[in-house]
Every structure is written in structure tokens, then in C-alpha cells.
């Protein structure tokens, strides 16, 4: 079974942090994804990667950044966290050919 | 650019009911779709995956067709159960891009 796993559950950070979150998963998936989720916004698409060192921007990269030093790990950065970047965040990874994703299990991140 | 929507938004039925989910796609030229399943604070867990050369895929209780032509998924779940009761979201790739775009999700509450 594949397996993503994400760093926290749950998080709390004080505006103008520097926030980690990192994700690493087990079955030498190519490609990873972050993903912020909202009520009534639904899943957004923050930055993907799809090989070490590479990464392209999502739809809201604004205020992040990413970085993947290895194959497994896909980190995400807030430089300086703000209270609009309270949300679940979501990483998932896909096997390129079939691009069955995979997700974690999520981590809430209030930011006060 | 592709959207992606969902009817209904809420569905309440009582156990033991079958059930159609809806997903609709505006653009047909998709690689696959997949349907997942998420409970209240958590990450998605992949139910079932069509490539787009595949009308249905079958998992136990549930069956997913597709029709690329309509642009139109359902999500049939059979003889539902109490345990069934999260959101049900619908996600579909394009050709030449890593991005999944998803559905709002269907919000499915099981009643005993």
C-alpha cells in the first residue's frame, strides 16, 4: 500500500513565522503536490514537482514556496505565515503513467 | 479552463438506499478521473479511478462510470450504510499537464 504521511496533524504559529511542512511518502512516486483546502473553495492547487529539485507553481502559489532535496520528501514553506494562510493543507503524490493520487492525511495549520 | 461540479452539494438517505453521485466536466479532453472519499478533518482516500479509454470501474459496493462525451461521471453506491456518511469529491486530469482539478464534493449523510 502506498503511503503518505505528512509531518503534523495539527499546527499552531504566530504571524511572521517560518512554517514547515514536510511530506514524504514510500513508493518512489515521481510527482507530489500540495494542496490547500477551504470551505466553499474547495482543493487549490499551491505547487506541484515532478522530479527532485524541480517544481512548478499551482494556481495560488502566492506566500509559498517548496522544496524536494529527495525523491520522497516534498516540503512546503510559508516565509512568513499569515492568519489568511489558516487551512488544511493536503499533499498527495502520483506514479507518473497511471496518476492515481495518493493523499496524507492532512495537516491544520491555524495561524494566529 | 476545465471546471468541475458536483450535484448534489448535500444528500441525506436513509441506510440501506442505493445512490447516484454527479460529476460534471466542461472540457472532454481528459486523461482520467478519480473519486474520493473524505471524513470530516481528514486527507482523501482514492475510491475508484477511470483512465479516459474506460467507461466504469468497479470496487465492492461501488461502481463509476464515465462519459467523456456528456462530460459526466456518477459514483453508484449500493445498499448504503451509516459508515458511508463523508464528502465524496471527483477529480479529473488533463493531457500535457500534471494539474488535477477538482469538484466541490457531494456532502453524504447515511441515517440509520
Known amino acids: 500500500d502506498v503511503k503518505v504521511t505528512q509531518s503534523s496533524r495539527y499546527l499552531v504559529k504566530r504571524t511572521g513565522e517560518k512554517v514547515f511542512l514536510e511530506c514524504v511518502q514510500d513508493?518512489?512516486?515521481?510527482?507530489m503536490f500540495w494542496y490547500r483546502q477551504d470551505p466553499g473553495l474547495g482543493l487549490r492547487l499551491i505547487y506541484f514537482?515532478?522530479?527532485?529539485?524541480?517544481?512548478e507553481k499551482g494556481d495560488i502559489p502566492e506566500g509559498y514556496s517548496v522544496s524536494r532535496e529527495k525523491k520522497e520528501r516534498f516540503s512546503l514553506i510559508l516565509e512568513s505565515a499569515s492568519t489568511n494562510q489558516t487551512s488544511m493543507y493536503l499533499c498527495?503524490?502520483?506514479?507518473?503513467?497511471?496518476?492515481?493520487?495518493?493523499f496524507g492525511p492532512g495537516t491544520r495549520l491555524t495561524v494566529t | 479552463k476545465q471546471e468541475v461540479t458536483q450535484i448534489p452539494a448535500a444528500l441525506s438517505v436513509p441506510e440501506g438506499e442505493n445512490l447516484v453521485l454527479n460529476c460534471s466536466f466542461t472540457?472532454?479532453?481528459?486523461?482520467?478521473l478519480q473519486w474520493f472519499r473524505q471524513d470530516p478533518g481528514k486527507g482523501l482516500t482514492s475510491l475508484l479511478l477511470i483512465q479516459s479509454s474506460q467507461r466504469e470501474q468497479t470496487s465492492g459496493r461501488l461502481n463509476a462510470s464515465l462519459d467523456k462525451s456528456s462530460g459526466r461521471s456518477t459514483l453508484y453506491i449500493a445498499a448504503s450504510q451509516p459508515g458511508d456518511s463523508a464528502t465524496y469529491l471527483c477529480?479529473?486530469?488533463?493531457?500535457?499537464?500534471?494539474?488535477?482539478?477538482f469538484g466541490p464534493g457531494t456532502r453524504l449523510s447515511v441515517l440509520p
Open positions: 513508493m518512489d512516486h515521481e510527482n
Open positions: 498527495a503524490s502520483t506514479l507518473s503513467g497511471s496518476y492515481e493520487q495518493y
Open positions: 472540457d472532454s479532453a481528459i486523461y482520467n
Open positions: 514537482s515532478y522530479d527532485v529539485k524541480m517544481k
Open positions: 477529480a479529473v486530469r488533463g493531457f500535457g499537464g500534471q494539474n488535477f482539478v
